[in-house]
């Protein structure tokens, strides 16, 4: 994982989540960052939340909007109530929100800091200097609403924050990651996440280190008012679509699209292709005994297999956030209703898969790592459906799977015919 990793386009959407939805989101959300931390460690746990390729993914995979704005909400809220009771075994605090949440983010700071013994006062400054970096120092048009900060009990943290800009029915997601860190005004940000907007002025960059100089330099030469009419001169005889400076580095850039479905275009067939294909081939034999559980079927599988890919897989793997709503789909029926019994299958699985290995077996983590790893060396030569015919088959058989979605409960197929998970 690098520290920057790009940017999104977000569109930004309303609504809230269904208590049904948010309440297995928490679980989900807390069990695998439990698999991650227990793999990988906590640090490498950090990383992942701080790369906003991985982190639409994660929350793609929990069954929420799979390209939108919510998924930021969504998940950090679901982390902050589902690591809340590990926290004490883990070392790790989300701390923050959305609205009046964030500006309650310094004190909880100062509350973890009694408890653990770090410097509450610190982060809090912390907290605050962030939110101002992309509020003033990155003038990008979007106002800040949500801000996120997880912290750990050595010290290093993460921050996750969110602005709008209404006009234009879109957000900005900002990452930040303290490893590695240096200078809170020189390139700091492990990536920003949002709609492209023209140029940007972002005094933070490295590049913009003469910038900063030199306006310092005129705020203490030139009176205010010499300022202003410079720059309206300036402004006035600047050509229209001048272009940026050359050979200047850029960075990948994950466009998320406006429309609401799931269309072949947003999804990488082989890589979907090669889950399935892993499932199929991995999962009579490292899952035999859940096979043979009443309504546990080769769907969970599936699901698993997408689950293993976010615990284990490259920051590569995850240019295509919609293929991780094939795991448990989405709460507004896009690609399909939520599969409730196939979600509550995969947390069962996970949780018992973490249990065993606190106990010294580590046979079912140990399973899904190998779901993974088969998934990426079939996908090469691995054929399957069309993305749309997945998606049709998906709905057909939701009724079966306990499909669930904000319009309420899935409907029986045409031809009543229910399929077990």
Request: proline share 7%; glycine share 12%; aromatic share 6%.
């Amino acid at each position: 994982m690098t520290r920057r990793t790009g940017s999104a386009d977000l569109p930004l959407h309303g609504g809230r989540v269904p208590p049904w939805l948010a309440e297995r989101m928490t679980r989900l959300g807390a069990v695998m960052c439990e698999a991650i931390v227990h793999h990988y460690g906590r640090d490498e746990l950090l990383r992942r939340l701080a790369h906003p390729f991985w982190f639409q993914s994660f929350g793609a995979v929990m069954g929420m909007d799979w390209h939108s704005s919510g998924i930021t909400t969504s998940v950090l809220g679901a982390l902050k109530r589902g690591l809340a009771p590990l926290s004490g075994e883990f070392g790790l605090h989300v701390c923050g929100g959305r609205g009046k949440h964030s500006r309650q983010t310094p004190a909880e700071l100062i509350a973890i800091g009694a408890r653990t013994g770090l410097d509450g006062e610190a982060l809090g400054r912390t907290s605050r200097l962030v939110a101002k970096v992309d509020t003033a120092a990155v003038q990008d048009g979007f106002d800040l609403y949500l801000h996120g900060f997880i912290v750990a009990d050595d010290g290093k943290w993460v921050v996750v924050q969110q602005g709008m800009n209404g006009e234009r029915k879109q957000a900005r997601r900002y990452h930040w990651l303290s490893e590695g860190l240096t200078s809170f005004v020189d390139a700091p940000h492990a990536a920003i996440d949002g709609p492209g907007q023209g140029e940007i002025l972002n005094l933070t960059d490295a590049r913009a280190a003469p910038s900063r100089s030199a306006q310092l330099d005129l705020l203490r030469t030139l009176p205010p008012e010499t300022i202003a009419r410079e720059y309206a001169r300036a402004f006035a005889n600047a050509p229209a679509g001048a272009p940026a400076v050359d050979g200047q580095p850029t960075l990948p850039h994950l466009v998320m699209p406006d429309h609401h479905d799931v269309r072949a275009e947003d999804v990488v067939a082989r890589r979907l292709h090669g889950g399935f294909a892993a499932a199929a081939e991995r999962g009579p034999e490292d899952f035999a005994d859940l096979l043979q559980v009443p309504g546990v079927g080769a769907r969970t599988v599936r699901a698993l297999a997408l689950v293993a890919e976010v615990m284990h897989g490259a920051p590569c793997r995850f240019s295509d956030p919609a293929r991780f709503a094939f795991a448990h789909g989405g709460k507004d029926r896009h690609p399909f209703p939520v599969p409730l019994r196939v979600y509550d299958q995969t947390i069962g699985v996970l949780k018992a898969a973490i249990q065993g290995a606190k106990l010294g077996r580590e046979e079912q983590l140990d399973a899904l790592r190998r779901l993974d790893q088969q998934a990426r060396r079939l996908e090469r030569e691995a054929a399957g459906p069309s993305v749309d015919a997945a998606i049709a088959e998906e709905r057909r058989a939701s009724h079966g799977y306990g499909g669930h979605s904000i319009f309420g409960p899935e409907p029986p197929p045409a031809d009543a015919l229910t399929t077990a998970g």
